[in-house]
């Protein structure tokens, strides 16, 4: 994992001081079309004015998740109203407050879950979906935190109920939401096994806490077995769906619990139904992106929960975010490359200016 980028925080040749951003013209990562990395092109946006109970943030980082890609793609239209461009996470500063806003300032810190925008170098977005940065991270890091943070909260606690002493398997634990997950599950007093396809990874899976970890390619309720004497595990966050459904309940104890978040594996399988009775098991399917902003399945309620709950096991250390790689935003196809080609571990944060307001695009 390379934690240095060296053009950061140095005054490229054409490099500008970000402020004031309103005295230029606003960029963003535009999709051409649907397609590979090459469509990703960083061209001229209007300026973003804040809605009410909306913010504007003059952004300093954002990171590259599976759903970008898939938007990407053409395959993860954004939710209706949502902004076009790519990036469902930020980190910046406060530069201009909507109406009713309250407990915010022009000028704080920030970092913020988003339905989409976040390449960019500015993007409005509900106050209620603010965070601020959590102690000991830098803010160009915490870029890279808001998304994973709130889908492992939201799932591990709110929906899966992951208690202490339980077992957690966490699948594709390198990732960007694995490599999270791993860690908040250890903070919850959780024993952790992930899985992950190559020998660089499972380390990397050790290194974070976890405490097995398994190939994927391995038959997996043989090797979830005799890790638990026979017992399975209480949690599974799960990203696969359809390909990984017949396994993961086979690997589950009694009172065991799927939730599933993502259907990289396909959306379409049979299930015994008899098999989940006998044994209580549940399975849960969310998604993020598109919940409603208010309401109590909301965006502001898992934020929310996120800050009172997660925020101080962010601040005392025993979570951290965990990034690849640092990019300069203008060069989001190059981390959507990556990403594309496999192999990263943790988190790819997109730079677009340096912690004292140099724009890097």
Avoid: F
């Amino acid at each position: 994992m390379r934690n240095t980028y060296p053009w950061y925080g140095t005054r490229r040749t054409g490099a500008t001081r970000a402020s004031p951003l309103a005295s230029r013209p606003v960029y963003a990562i535009s999709i051409r079309e649907p397609g590979g990395p090459e469509v990703l092109e960083w061209v001229e946006h209007p300026d973003p004015e804040p809605g009410e109970g909306e913010v504007v943030v003059d952004v300093v980082a954002s990171a590259v998740n599976r759903a970008d890609v898939m938007q990407r793609q053409g395959n993860y239209p954004p939710p209706p109203g949502a902004s076009e461009i790519p990036g469902l996470e930020c980190s910046g500063r406060i530069s201009a407050l909507g109406a009713g806003v309250t407990g915010w300032s022009v000028g704080d810190e920030v970092c913020a879950l988003l339905a989409g925008g976040g390449y960019a170098e500015k993007v409005a977005v509900p106050a209620v979906q603010l965070l601020p940065v959590p102690d000991g991270v830098s803010l160009t890091d915490a870029g890279g935190l808001p998304e994973v943070a709130c889908t492992v909260w939201s799932n591990l606690a709110m929906t899966g109920h992951l208690r202490e002493g339980e077992t957690l398997l966490v699948h594709g634990g390198s990732g960007g939401i694995g490599t999270h997950a791993i860690q908040v599950g250890k903070a919850l007093g959780a024993r952790v096994i992930a899985t992950a396809g190559s020998p660089e990874r499972l380390q990397a899976c050790l290194d974070l806490g976890a405490d097995l970890a398994i190939d994927y390619h391995d038959e997996l309720p043989d090797e979830v077995a005799k890790a638990t004497d026979d017992r399975g595990v209480d949690v599974i966050l799960d990203n696969m769906g359809a390909s990984m459904l017949t396994a993961n309940l086979a690997s589950l104890a009694t009172g065991g619990r799927l939730v599933i978040i993502g259907l990289m594996g396909g959306a379409k399988t049979e299930i015994n139904l008899g098999s989940m009775l006998g044994r209580r098991l549940s399975i849960s399917t969310t998604t993020l992106r598109g919940r409603p902003v208010e309401g109590p399945d909301g965006k502001g309620v898992i934020v929310a929960a996120t800050r009172d709950d997660l925020w101080p096991l962010v601040g005392q250390g025993r979570v951290r975010p965990v990034i690849h790689e640092y990019l300069p935003a203008a060069e989001a196809s190059r981390a959507h490359e990556a990403l594309d080609a496999g192999g990263v571990v943790g988190k790819l944060v997109l730079v677009v200016q340096d912690e004292d307001g140099v724009l890097g695009g």
